[in-house]
Each structure stands twice: as C-alpha cells, then as structure tokens.
C-alpha cells in the first residue's frame, strides 16, 4: 500500500466521518424540536380545556387588565360565592390560576399572552357574512373572552420551537 493510497483512504474516512456526524446531530436535534412541540402543544391545549371550562361556568368578569382576568363564581351545591383568576407574568412567562387563595402554574414557558372582552352582541364582519363580538372594555358588559397565548423554549440555545398560537372565544354562559 502506497502513502497516495493511505492519503486517500483516510480523507474517504474523514469524509464519512463528518457525514454521519452531521446527520446524526441533525437527527437528534430534529427529535429534540418535536419531543419539544408536543409537549408544549400538550401543556396548552390542557390550559385551554381547563381555563375554558372554568370561564364558562362563572357567574362575569369582575376584573380585567393587560395581565389577568378575575370572575366571579359561585358554588352550586352550597351557594357561596368564590373568586377565580388567570394571571400572565411576563418576566417568569408564566400563567397562574388562583381559586380563592389558592395558586397554581398553569402554563410556563409562555412568551406572549393577550385578552380581549367582547360584548353580547354581534356585529357584521368585514370577512365575508360572518359575524363578529363588538369589543368592550367595561367587565360588567363582557360576555365573550379572547384567549391568546404563545409557548416557545429553546434548543440547544436556540429559538428553535414555537408553539403556534392558542387561541379561543370563550363564552361565560351565566351572564
């Protein structure tokens, strides 16, 4: 065997080498991405099952902001009235659900959060003949909820995952 010979043999090896590594971390960090995606995908459509049952059976809005939203329930075996409440903290990128005094996460990892309060009535959309809730801004008027919300982590340092938007109109059926 000559050293030509020993040369090329070892850049083939070399070659070869650097394919399968390329391809195996490729590989890895695509099953990272989508071991990722259904676990966020996972964690809020939970969320959202959860927080849309919750808001359906409250009597209204008492509170609203930018941040979280406040209702009032009641309780229907013993009448007592209750308080729930979905905060978003945009520095831990968490929701949290308080039931009276009582706090838990809901969501973590959640990089944008939005509400917006529509009244009862509708209104024609400028889409077609759908029809649209009329936004208010008052709690005693809201009857419809927007939910909207975004969870992302990072792979390997990287925004690599996006969950897609969560969103919903809920509707408090009480009012």
């Not at 989508?34 to 049952?53: G, P």
Request: charged letters at 15%; glycine letters at 2%; a positive charge.
């Amino acid at each position: 065997m000559s050293l030509v010979e020993t040369m090329v043999g070892a850049a083939t090896l070399v070659l070869v080498v650097v394919g399968v590594m390329t391809f195996s971390f490729f590989t890895a960090r695509s099953f990272a991405a989508m071991t990722n995606y259904v676990d966020l995908d996972s964690k809020s459509r939970n969320a959202l099952d959860r927080m849309t049952s919750e808001i359906r059976q409250a009597d209204k809005l008492t509170a609203a902001s930018d941040t979280s939203l406040t209702f009032q329930t009641t309780d229907p075996i013993s009448g007592a009235a209750h308080t729930l409440s979905y905060s978003y903290n945009p520095t831990s990128k968490t929701v949290t659900r308080t039931y009276d005094a009582a706090s838990s996460v809901l969501l973590t990892e959640c990089t944008l959060w939005s509400t917006a309060l529509c009244q009862r009535n509708a209104t024609n959309a400028t889409y077609g003949n759908a029809f649209a809730a009329v936004a208010t801004s008052q709690p005693d008027e809201c009857k419809v909820i927007q939910l909207t919300w975004v969870c992302s982590r990072n792979i390997l340092g990287r925004m690599a995952n996006t969950e897609s938007v969560q969103s919903a109109h809920v509707v408090i059926r009480k009012k």
